[in-house]
């Protein structure tokens, strides 16, 4: 059974960190990239990063403060997330499309995960 289960979240003030982890089972990483999306409040899902050995897709927004890796023997993938801002507010997302590249990217994936919710706020 695919399961893809997030953790990490919660409330940071501006400016402070969070680490995402994004446990996954039923599939390996071997096999297949995983991406990140958010949806904030009101607002549509939008990608946030999708990363392998030669591509590296992102917000623009995020770029410079978050970064993703994978621990495969974990068969976890984490999104690292510094200088948070309010506007990062939302619900943080996993998810795969089974392939190694990131075919899913921005929104498209098949898969995602129930979901982790991030407030930052002061």
């Known amino acids: 059974q695919v399961q893809?289960?997030?953790?990490?979240?919660g409330l940071v003030e501006p400016g402070g960190t969070l680490k995402l982890s994004c446990v996954v089972?039923?599939?390996?990483?071997?096999?297949?990239?995983?991406g990140?999306?958010?949806?904030?409040?009101?607002?549509e899902r939008e990608g946030v990063m999708c990363m392998n050995d030669?591509?590296?897709f992102y917000?623009?927004?995020?770029?410079?403060?978050?970064?993703?890796s994978s621990h495969k023997d974990k068969n976890t993938v984490y999104l690292y997330m510094n200088d948070l801002e309010p506007e990062d507010t939302g619900v943080y997302y996993c998810a795969t499309d089974?392939?190694?590249r990131c075919t899913g990217w921005p929104i498209h994936y098949h898969?995602?995960?129930q979901g982790t919710q991030v407030t930052v706020s002061s």
Request: hydrophobic share 30%; net charge positive; charged share 20%.
């Open 98 to 100: 089974f392939s190694r």
């Open 111 to 113: 898969y995602y995960g």
């Open 54 to 56: 030669d591509q590296w």
């Open 36 to 43: 990140w999306v958010r949806q904030a409040p009101g607002k």
């Open 4 to 9: 893809l289960v997030e953790s990490g979240g």
């Open 25 to 34: 089972s039923g599939f390996t990483l071997d096999e297949t990239t995983i």
């Open 59 to 68: 917000l623009p927004s995020v770029k410079g403060r978050f970064t993703t």
